[in-house]
């Protein structure tokens, strides 16, 4: 069974890297990403940019070109970026942009109206965010009127588990990443957001997992092949984020 990954990091020294809250990641570069994941049948995924790495779009655009067009980028950008900017990035494989709520380095949460219309209007983005679910309910009425939206890491919290399922009825995507960082219970989750909207878990390894308790493991995908049945894991690993990057 295929993978599309659509979650993990490209840490390259070569470019500009910010230390966040006291933490610099460790060098993570495509050779090491191709390295860990030579036997996962990965088909392609997503490079997402880190609060580490600020609005730098070199680094990415690098990376994509060393990936190959089946990958694509989630880039952070401020919201005085031009029209032109964007659309060369979309023409260069930028297919999201991110709001870090949790870590910072990316445009401020008031933007995320204007700027989440503005890169779907423009090219068809759509919008991630990362955030504890349990934030959501000050920012509801918004994400639900917005075009395009996914939230990373189940959405992080036990506590922001049936907020986050609100939002899956509407439409809303969920990154099924990042199983040793989050505050939950993964399985509950996982079957939970599925019988609410089949088409909204998207699975990524988060490698390298920076600052995660426990680092992705081939366990993770076991897990959910274990707890669906072949078609609803195809749908998961890889053709739910296939659709969504690639529509």
Same mark, same amino acid.
């Not at 445009?107 to 090219?123: I, N, Q, T, W």
């Not at 072949?230 to 053709?239: G, S």
């Given at each position: 069974m295929g993978i599309f990954d659509a979650h993990f990091h490209i840490?390259?020294?070569?470019?500009?890297?910010?230390e966040n809250q006291g933490y610099t990641p460790p060098s993570y570069v495509v050779t090491d990403y191709q390295n860990e994941t030579a036997g996962l049948n990965i088909l392609g995924g997503a490079i997402v940019s880190g609060s580490f790495q600020g609005f730098d779009q070199e680094y990415l655009l690098k990376a994509l070109r060393q990936m190959g067009p089946t990958f694509c980028g989630v880039t952070q950008l401020p919201f005085t970026v031009t029209d032109d900017e964007i659309v060369n990035l979309h023409n260069h494989g930028i297919r999201a942009l991110r709001f870090n709520i949790k870590?910072?380095?990316?445009?401020?949460?008031?933007?995320?109206?204007?700027?989440?219309?503005?890169?779907?209007?423009?090219?068809g983005? +759509?919008?991630?965010?990362?955030? %504890? /679910?349990?934030? @959501?309910?000050?920012?509801?009425?918004?994400?639900e009127k917005l075009p395009a939206i996914s939230i990373d890491h189940l959405g992080l919290s036990e506590g922001g588990l049936t907020h986050l399922l609100k939002l899956v009825n509407k439409g809303i995507h969920v990154k099924a990443t990042g199983f040793g960082r989050v505050e939950l219970n993964v399985k509950n989750a996982l079957k939970s957001i599925y019988e609410t909207n089949p088409d909204a878990l998207m699975f990524g390894t988060d490698l390298p997992?920076?600052?995660?308790?426990?680092?992705?493991?081939?366990?993770?995908?076991?897990?959910?092949? +274990?707890?669906?049945?072949?078609? %609803? /894991?195809?749908? @998961?690993?890889?053709?739910n984020a296939l659709k969504w990057y690639f529509k």
């Open positions: 840490i390259d020294f070569d470019f500009p890297i910010i870590r910072g380095g990316s445009e401020d949460l008031s933007k995320l109206d204007y700027f989440a219309r503005r890169v779907y209007d423009l090219v983005w +759509h919008s991630e965010l990362y955030i %504890d /679910a349990k934030q @959501i309910p000050e920012i509801a009425s918004t994400i997992s920076t600052r995660a308790k426990r680092p992705f493991e081939y366990g993770d995908i076991e897990l959910i092949r +274990h707890l669906f049945n072949e078609k %609803d /894991a195809n749908k @998961i690993l890889y053709t």
